[in-house]
């Protein structure tokens, strides 16, 4: 790896920290050449504080027990189907040949890892008055055992089977477990690693899609999709509607692509992203109350510095609001430097109801992205009592005054805040 490499890596460290990924390997990939270099990728996000979980599919190695059985067509491959009573002994054996591999593997990496029953199932039922038998959906998850393994460090693995509570097993596709980890884990990321390049629409690669305009896609019957890859697309969207940021869709028989995708803008396959925006408008007038009451006590404690309603009204176009049910909760805003490429996060502020959700680094990251549009090369955030906030959450790092145009330096001096000054580059 070039030093360039790391830190380009180095870049995305804040952002990622104690944050989860759910990454999601098919059958196949365990079995090829290349797994061993994904446990090692695994350990380079463990190593930088992603706390990840490992989930995994076995159609492949289901085919390849049954092929060796005369006379026995399994009923089902991937947890989709039909799965009858001899299929489901295949899969609970497959199952726990898979598990162990990937145990020894992580083992191998020098990282601790748990397989364990916080999958809880119940039967996929009679669809279409077809009994589905042992094929199971995850009703729950136990998040507090995944989430007390993460926070010690451990990776849980999980197979593609729940359990009933009353003894019964049932197979459950991968693809459902990890979208619904994703979910309830709060995950940052739902990476599905499959054997193809990404995902596949009228025989190209989609690079990137916001999930509202794939399952438009998906809905057009004049597409067409790989079939193995729909589920994944469809479990994608569900993610990213129950708050996943971002689900990818890689190669996992290519070397470093599990770490191409994460640590560079470009990325190798296909991101499904949310729009994490949806919730964030730019104020208007009337919204002027709205953020004097949200910022008064803020401003009280001098986390805030002080502002008329004469100040917000003179630049309400800089406003932004953050709203739950047209609610709203925490404001930011964008202060150009006129005739810079440059510009000012200011009036940053989350309802202490509504704290550790979020939503303050998701305004940041708005922001960011507002400044980049605006082609700024900088931003600059001037605080008093928040610094290690944007140092350790947003990546931002000690500035100047130098950072500062002149008239903003007079007001700085003329505020006697002191408030420290951050920067962050933005090319
Ligand atoms: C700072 C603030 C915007 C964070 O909003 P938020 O929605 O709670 O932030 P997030 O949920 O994205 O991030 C929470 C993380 O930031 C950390 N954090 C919150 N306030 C912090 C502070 N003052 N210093 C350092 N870290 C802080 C939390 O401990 C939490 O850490 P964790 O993820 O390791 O558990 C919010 O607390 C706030 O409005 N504070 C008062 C106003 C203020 O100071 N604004 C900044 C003006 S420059």
């Not at 001098?302 to 609001?321: A, F, G, K, V």
Request: charged letters at 20%.
């Amino acid at each position: 790896m070039k030093p360039a490499d790391l830190r380009g890596i180095l870049k995305y460290v804040p952002q990622y920290r104690n944050k989860t990924f759910v990454i999601a390997l098919d059958g196949v990939i365990t079995e090829s050449e290349n797994f061993s270099n994904i446990l090692l990728d695994v350990a380079v996000l463990c190593s930088l504080n992603i706390r990840v979980v490992l989930v995994h599919g076995i159609s492949s190695q289901v085919k390849k027990i049954t092929d060796t059985m005369e006379g026995f067509t399994p009923s089902d491959l991937d947890g989709t189907g039909i799965t009858d009573d001899q299929t489901l002994k295949v899969a609970l054996i497959a199952a726990n040949r898979c598990t162990h591999e990937i145990l020894e593997g992580l083992t191998t990496a020098d990282l601790r890892a748990v397989t364990c029953n916080g999958i809880t199932a119940h039967p996929m039922g009679i669809i279409h008055g077809v009994d589905h038998q042992f094929t199971g959906k995850v009703e729950r998850v136990d998040v507090e055992m995944f989430q007390t393994l993460l926070k010690d460090g451990i990776i849980p693995v999980a197979p593609p089977l729940g359990f009933d509570g009353e003894g019964n097993t049932y197979r459950v596709n991968s693809d459902n477990i990890a979208a619904t980890l994703g979910i309830q884990l709060q995950a940052q990321k739902v990476i599905f690693v499959t054997s193809e390049d990404g995902l596949f629409c009228n025989g190209h690669i989609i690079g990137n899609i916001q999930s509202e305009n794939l399952r438009q896609k998906l809905n057009d019957p004049a597409n067409t999709w790989k079939p193995e890859q729909i589920s994944k697309a469809q479990y994608a969207i569900q993610a990213c509607r129950q708050g996943v940021p971002r689900v990818h869709l890689i190669n996992g028989l290519v070397n470093e692509s599990l770490l191409k995708e994460v640590f560079s803008n470009e990325g190798v396959g296909t991101l499904i992203y949310a729009n994490e925006y949806q919730q964030i408008r730019r104020a208007s007038r009337k919204d002027i109350r709205t953020i004097m009451v949200l910022i008064k006590q803020a401003m009280e404690t001098e986390e805030l510095s002080l502002r008329t309603y004469q100040d917000i009204e003179n630049r309400i176009q800089d406003y932004y609001l953050f709203e739950i049910d047209s609610h709203a909760v925490a404001c930011v805003a964008l202060h150009p430097f006129s005739g810079k490429e440059a510009g000012e996060l200011a009036c940053l502020f989350v309802n202490p109801n509504h704290e550790n959700k979020g939503i303050g680094s998701k305004l940041v990251h708005f922001i960011e992205d507002k400044a980049r549009t605006l082609h700024f090369k900088k931003l600059v955030v001037l605080s008093t009592q928040t610094y290690t906030f944007f140092k350790s959450k947003a990546g931002f790092t000690d500035g100047s005054e130098s950072d500062l145009p002149p008239e903003r330096l007079q007001k700085y001096h003329e505020s006697q805040r002191r408030s420290k000054i951050l920067i962050k580059s933005l090319i």
